[in-house]
């Protein structure tokens, strides 16, 4: 590949890159209102700390890789966890809860309260 | 037969002209223009339009590029290349807050709208068989503008451009061109000062004027 390619290729990856976060308006955002989701705002409460954009589900196939879905509010992607230090990354009141799993089963996911 | 000859039968084509032997004495008119011409590689004064697509991503507006452009010479070798451009893309909501509750915004290549006003220098370099080549760079003040995010703003992008032009008619030339874009932008919401990179490829056709 000629050098100059790779370098616009670069910055362009650059500029991508800029901006990047852990979530997105899918999952994971602060929101006061869905409309500042993709899908369905969680409100802001102690289960949900700051807020938490999210999906509606069935199972975790309508989830992104690294999200359950779980029984909650009547069936929402959470972000997977195994361990406290997973869900720092949320921010404070932010805990690794185990949780009914939708359809079945359990899911360690985090969660506020 | 040489480049110039095939991209005059190109244009012809494009223009409509019947295939055949209208085609054919187009070429060879301009051909034979060309190789008898000693006139420099662009007249003083010339209108063009380009057609093209951006790709943008972030908050750098992205999609359809449309540009008018007026080249006036300032020297043997440079020219004066002003232009209007506008970048039309689509795109639906991108811009979240993360847990920091900073504003992020994740466009895709092709989402946003531009409008740009600037001007520049256009290098003309030793070309060959009838390809004028050129390389430029340029400055410009654009509006941008987010919709479904009501996410709007200006910014100052600085252009390295390089493109090649062949003469197809007496004033007609058309070509291709390439430019890098980059530089800060002023966006609302909350944003702040953020930097835009973005690619621009696109067809061009300039006319002299008389």
């Given at each position: 590949m000629p050098r100059w390619i790779a370098m616009v290729a670069s910055l362009l990856a650059i500029g991508a890159a800029c901006g990047g976060s852990d979530v997105s308006r899918a999952v994971g955002a602060r929101c006061d209102d869905s409309s500042e989701c993709d899908d369905r705002c969680l409100l802001p409460d102690?289960?949900?700390?700051?807020?938490?954009?999210?999906?509606?589900?069935?199972?975790?196939?309508?989830?992104?890789?690294?999200?359950?879905?779980?029984?909650?509010?009547?069936?929402v992607c959470l972000f997977a966890c195994e361990s406290e230090p997973g869900c720092d990354f949320l921010g404070e009141g932010w805990s690794c809860v185990t949780r009914a799993g939708r359809p079945e089963g359990e899911a360690r996911v985090c969660r506020g309260g | 037969m040489s480049r110039r000859v095939i991209a005059a039968a190109i244009a012809a084509g494009a223009l409509g002209l019947p295939a055949g032997a209208r085609a054919d004495e187009a070429a060879a008119e301009a051909a034979e223009a060309a190789e008898t011409s000693d006139a420099p590689v662009a007249a003083d004064r010339e209108l063009g339009a380009s057609l093209g697509v951006a790709v943008g991503g972030g908050v750098t507006p992205g999609g359809l590029r449309v540009e008018g452009r007026y080249l006036y010479q300032l020297s043997e070798d440079d020219w004066f290349d002003?232009?209007?451009?506008?970048?039309?893309?689509?795109g639906a909501a991108a811009c979240f807050r993360d847990r920091a509750d900073d504003v992020v915004c994740d466009h895709g290549?092709?989402?946003?709208?531009?409008?740009?006003?600037?001007?520049?220098?256009?290098?003309?370099?030793?070309?060959?068989?009838?390809?004028?080549?050129?390389v430029g760079v340029s400055a410009a003040l654009r509006l941008v503008r987010f919709g479904d995010d009501e996410l709007t703003g200006v910014a100052l992008p600085l252009a390295a451009a390089a493109g090649v032009r062949a003469r197809v008619a007496d004033r007609i030339s058309v070509g291709g061109q390439a430019a890098l874009e980059a530089g800060p932008a002023l966006l609302g919401r909350g944003l702040g000062l953020e930097p835009q990179l973005g690619l621009v490829i696109g067809a061009t056709v300039e006319v002299a004027l008389p």
């Open positions: 102690a289960d949900f700390p700051g807020g938490f954009c999210t999906l509606s589900c069935d199972d975790d196939a309508d989830c992104p890789d690294d999200a359950r879905c779980v029984e909650d509010e009547g069936g | 002003g232009r209007m451009a506008f970048t039309i893309g689509g290549r092709a989402d946003g709208i531009a409008i740009d006003l600037g001007g520049g220098v256009r290098r003309w370099l030793v070309g060959q068989q009838g390809f004028a080549p050129w």
